[in-house]
T-cell receptor, first 114, second 106 residues
Framework: EAGVVQSPRYKIIEKKQPVAFWCNPI?????LYWYRQNLGQGPELLIR????????DSQLPKDRFSAERLKGVDSTLKIQPAELGDSAVYLC????????????FGPGTRLTVL | QKEVEQNSGPLSVPEGAIASLNCTYS??????FFWYRQYSGKSPELIMS????GDKEDGRFTAQLNKASQYVSLLIRDSQPSDSATYLC??????FGAGTRLTVKP
């Protein structure tokens, strides 16, 4: 069974540019998470989806970040415009049914904003 | 106050020793907790979940949950160099602590 797939793996952009990350969860997993992880810190939850519904986006900086999960499968996280402080690893994870079940993480996208 | 607090360490133990990792949380309603291991440059992977008060053992790992004290711990017995990693505690709402970096010295 394929794991969580993310692309791209690495992205370097200049500040004020837009950037998008894509995630394909494990087949059958209804719950999808996006996290941001800064160096030396734990993952910070940005948004959690149950199917296509965003059920927890309290920590998503909505002025510049947006996310969507059309059809309840793949998801895209966008930043527009990017700032220097957005440099981090963006992790996608998925789990079956309710939160609290084991999450499986993708390899992450390392974003560098110059 | 953060929902989940961890002593970020680092923690260094000799091979064969017991490593003790700790986590406190603020939400009294939390019923379960998770311990993840993250190797440098890799993504987190779940190693233990605990859903009730008391201890849960899985091989060399023991997780302890004390709801009255709002305290979660992870003990690693007979520590091995391959256990060297960052250990992350997470609440059921997926709020992670900062992680504790563990180094096991041969």
């Amino acid at each position: 069974e394929a794991g969580v797939v993310q692309s791209p793996r690495y992205k370097i952009i200049e500040k004020k540019q837009p950037v998008a990350f894509w995630c394909n969860p494990i087949s059958g997993h209804n719950t999808l998470y996006w996290y941001r992880q800064n160096l030396g810190q734990g993952p910070e939850l940005l948004i959690r989806y149950e199917n296509e519904e965003a059920v927890d986006d309290s920590q998503l900086p909505k002025d510049r970040f947006s996310a969507e999960r059309l059809k309840g499968v793949d998801s895209t996280l966008k930043i527009q415009p990017a700032e220097l402080g957005d440099s981090a690893v963006y992790l996608c994870a998925s789990s079956s049914s309710r939160p609290g079940n084991e999450q499986f993480f993708g390899p992450g996208t390392r974003l560098t904003v110059l | 106050q953060k929902e989940v607090e961890q002593n970020s360490g680092p923690l260094s133990v000799p091979e064969g020793a017991i490593a003790s990792l700790n986590c406190t949380y603020s939400d009294r309603g939390s019923q379960s907790f998770f311990w993840y291991r993250q190797y440098s440059g890799k993504s987190p992977e779940l190693i233990m979940s605990i859903y009730s008060n008391g201890d849960k053992e899985d091989g060399r790992f023991t997780a302890q949950l004390n709801k009255a004290s709002q305290y979660v711990s992870l003990l690693i017995r007979d520590s091995q160099p391959s256990d060297s990693a960052t250990y992350l505690c997470a609440s059921p709402y997926m709020r992670f602590g900062a992680g504790t970096r563990l180094t096991v010295k041969p």
